[in-house]
């Protein structure tokens, strides 16, 4: 599995847009980007998946430039409740497992 | 939106006891998994199984740790005797039917308390 680096954390205002970069330089051929996020007291949940160039969906952006050894993962016009911790996983769709790392904490101000 | 639950919310137990946490995986999905997360801590992976087996498990999981899918609907992990450091929350999630849906469904997760 690919290992990953990510801020420890982040602050932000409402209404703005968030950006959180991840480092990957040991990206394997067959890796996926995969992004989950944490609210406290409760379990993970995937937010957005991508193995190259840019995948959009109703949450998030993910950028992936063409040498895939970073990604960022962009929220646009946050609010308090994006307040959580973010996860960037690296590896095989076909793992078997996750494996966490401390990921970002993300506190949203008013 | 199908989603995945467990049981109980809160399990607070006496050193030394068995506990056994339930899950009620997402209806079609094929691949479930036991994952726990230590208060303040990484969530950390325990197992995975699939097709009424286990696939793969970390080592975390040893001989007090089992799991089981009695029934078509129900996935558990049992704590044979558990201890204070088993104390966290416990994340079930499962995904497919095809192996390469890698997005896994987590439940809400039940907080474990050893006294």
């Given amino acids: 599995l690919a290992k990953t680096t990510q801020p420890i954390s982040m602050d932000s205002y409402e209404g703005q847009e968030v950006n959180i970069t991840c480092s990957h330089n040991n990206i394997a051929t067959n890796d996926y980007i995969t992004w989950y996020q944490q609210f406290p007291s409760q379990g993970p949940r995937f937010i957005i998946q991508g193995y190259k160039t840019k995948v959009t969906n109703e949450v998030a952006s993910l950028f992936i430039p063409a040498d895939r050894k970073s990604s960022t993962l962009s929220l646009p016009r946050v609010s308090l409740s994006d307040t959580a911790v973010y996860y960037c996983l690296v590896g095989d769709r076909t793992d078997d497992k996750i494996i966490f790392g401390k990921g970002t904490r993300l506190h949203i101000l008013p | ?115």
Wanted: negative net charge; aromatic residues 14%.
């Fill in chain 2, 1 to 115: 939106e199908p989603e995945v639950t467990q049981t109980p919310s809160h399990q607070v137990t006496q050193m030394g006891q068995e506990v056994i946490l339930r899950c009620v995986p997402i209806s079609n999905h094929l691949y479930f998994y036991w994952y726990r997360q230590i208060l303040g801590q990484k969530v950390e992976f325990l197992v995975s199984f699939y097709n009424n087996e286990i696939s793969e498990k970390s080592e975390i999981f040893d001989d007090q740790f089992s799991v089981e899918r009695p029934d078509g609907s129900n996935f558990t992990l049992k704590i044979r005797s558990t201890k204070l450091e088993d104390s966290a929350m416990y994340f079930c999630a499962s995904s497919g039917p095809l192996a390469a849906d890698s997005e896994q469904f987590f439940g809400p997760g039940t907080r474990l308390t050893v006294l």
